[in-house]
């Protein structure tokens, strides 16, 4: 699967009943949060977050989890262009995608199918360079866009915002049709709202259950478990354990004890460190890390298909009689 990422503009969405828009109640979460959900089932990663009205309400109720956030101080005196080059230059600092989705925070209710058949179709398609989704006909989010694009939105300074920027651009367009209702209901509608709670109550109900666990391992005490190996993996991508506290939502210091920890159970370091530089240093794991992050995700894969099997066979009969 190619790498992509996704730019989620927040900075001008307006209160409704006193509440940000991205932060309205739907089917037991919130509409960004599910929205950053299925593209993180999806695979995506990173994800930049770009907020204006609220930016600090917004951020915490987000949190840093593989999420970078930045904020457009002046969203009330500029369009949707200015965030999505706020967004895309922060992507593209922090990792070079082959393609980036770029949605406003309220399209919560699209399936991680349709992300998905959006990726391949552009990776099969090399001549198309912006990809739109449609559903009976009406044009919806996210756009997909390829890399040469994104570089291109970045210096465009002409008018027109946003959707003048990507038809001066000259590209390849195309449009791929999706079996996929929510990615055209826009809750800026009036009953908007309601629409997406009554699809994702739909939708839900087709989504599997699933069961998951935390696979702890331990000497005289606990000392490597599924957020240790989340770290490890962030640093692995990121080559900075600063970078991969902040993606994990944790401080420096914690991070940097559960490592050292760890390394003492273990008997072997897990990160090479080297100062200086431009970037000021960065941290890779070592071989024997990278051993372990991998036999542990294979344990973590075995674990998760036995839970899942023993629910099927335990659990939803008695959840589907009650």
């Not at 990422?5 to 209160?15: P, T």
């Not at 465009?156 to 209901?185: K, N, P």
């Not at 370091?269 to 240093?281: K, T």
């Amino acid at each position: 699967m190619s790498k992509f990422g996704a730019v989620i503009a927040a900075a001008r969405l307006e209160l409704r009943h006193n509440i940000m828009k991205p932060q309205l109640a739907l089917n037991g979460s919130t509409v960004i949060k599910t929205t950053v959900d299925t593209l993180r089932a999806a695979g995506c990663s990173p994800m930049v977050v770009v907020s204006g009205r609220n930016s600090a309400d917004l951020i915490r109720h987000l949190g840093r989890k593989n999420i970078a956030h930045v904020v457009n101080a002046d969203y009330k005196n500029t369009d949707m262009l200015q965030s999505a080059q706020l967004g895309l230059q922060t992507i593209s600092a922090v990792s070079r995608v082959e393609y980036v989705f770029f949605l406003p925070a309220d399209v919560p209710v699209m399936e991680k199918a349709s992300v998905l058949n959006m990726v391949n179709y552009m990776k099969e398609h090399s001549e198309c360079d912006v990809l739109l989704p449609m559903h009976n006909g009406s044009c919806g989010h996210p756009i997909l866009l390829r890399r040469n694009v994104i570089d291109y939105i970045l210096t465009y300074r002409g008018e027109g915002g946003l959707r003048a920027a990507l038809a001066e651009f000259g590209g390849v367009c195309s449009r791929i049709e999706v079996d996929d209702e929510g990615m055209v209901i826009d809750v800026d509608k009036d009953g908007g709202d309601r629409s997406y709670d009554a699809y994702a109550k739909r939708q839900v109900k087709q989504v599997p259950m699933f069961c998951t666990t935390d696979i702890i391992l331990g000497r005289d005490k606990p000392f490597f478990n599924r957020q240790l190996a989340g770290l490890l993996r962030q640093i692995d991508e990121t080559q900075s354990l600063s970078a991969a506290c902040r993606n994990m939502d944790i401080s420096y210091s914690n991070g940097w004890k559960s490592i050292k920890s760890a390394e003492i159970q273990l008997g072997f370091d897990l990160l090479e460190s080297a100062r200086g530089g431009q970037r000021g240093g960065t941290s890779c794991l070592t071989k024997q890390a990278k051993a372990l992050l991998q036999t542990y995700e294979k344990l973590q894969d075995t674990i998760f298909s036995i839970c899942n099997e023993g629910m099927r066979e335990l659990l939803l009969p008695q959840v589907t009689c009650s």
